[in-house]
């Protein structure tokens, strides 16, 4: 089986090709960076990042793509500038009728190191021991793709998903019950 990896981005797309096979990764086919960063016209970028997702596509008949999901940030621009990256890079997979399985960042980070809150050097430290690749590039958007489309072979192969668990004890301070009781008065 053959593994498509994105990791979704309107600067740099991170992107890697990996074959899986008898329950092993056999192979990484490839692994880069699209570099947006001297496009300044976002409709351009998207349009770029379906045009380059389907020739990777076309070019190395992937049945699947694991891409990371956008994680929460504080600016809502590049929050919605993610997700229409994102977005176009799974619409790509479905022109072509792939699977799309979608990773949340600390998912990814807990299947590679073991550790949901690991650093991007750690997530590459720790695929250099899990699968033999060559890339020596300072950007590690390359290796966080690699990191989504391992994570799809590891959990593919283990019966145990690997998942973040939420601790459910806590009373949530941001629910809209918590509002309420704080802010009876607010009641209709």
């Not at 950007?139 to 690997?162: E, G, H, R």
Request: charged share 25%; glycine share 6%.
């Amino acid at each position: 089986m053959i593994v498509l990896g994105i990791d979704p981005g309107t600067t740099r797309m991170g992107y890697a090709i990996v074959e899986y096979q008898d329950s092993k990764l056999k192979k990484v086919h490839t692994l880069g960076c699209l570099d947006l960063s001297k496009i300044s016209d976002h409709p351009e970028k998207l349009k770029e990042i379906y045009k380059f997702v389907i020739s990777l596509i076309d070019q190395y008949y992937p049945q699947v793509m694991a891409i990371e999901s956008p994680f929460y940030g504080k600016n809502v621009q590049s929050m919605l500038k993610l997700g229409r990256a994102q977005g176009v890079a799974i619409a790509a997979a479905f022109e072509k009728k792939l699977e799309v399985i979608e990773y949340p960042p600390k998912t990814i980070k807990l299947s590679i190191t073991g550790n949901g809150n690991a650093s991007k050097e750690q997530v590459f430290g720790m695929l250099k021991h899990l699968v033999a690749f060559d890339y020596t590039e300072k950007f590690l958007d390359a290796t966080d793709a690699l990191a989504a489309a391992v994570c799809y072979c590891l959990q593919k192969n283990s019966s145990v998903k690997t998942t973040i668990k939420k601790s459910s004890s806590k009373k949530k301070k941001n629910s809209w019950k918590h509002f309420v009781e704080k802010n009876p008065e607010r009641k209709l």
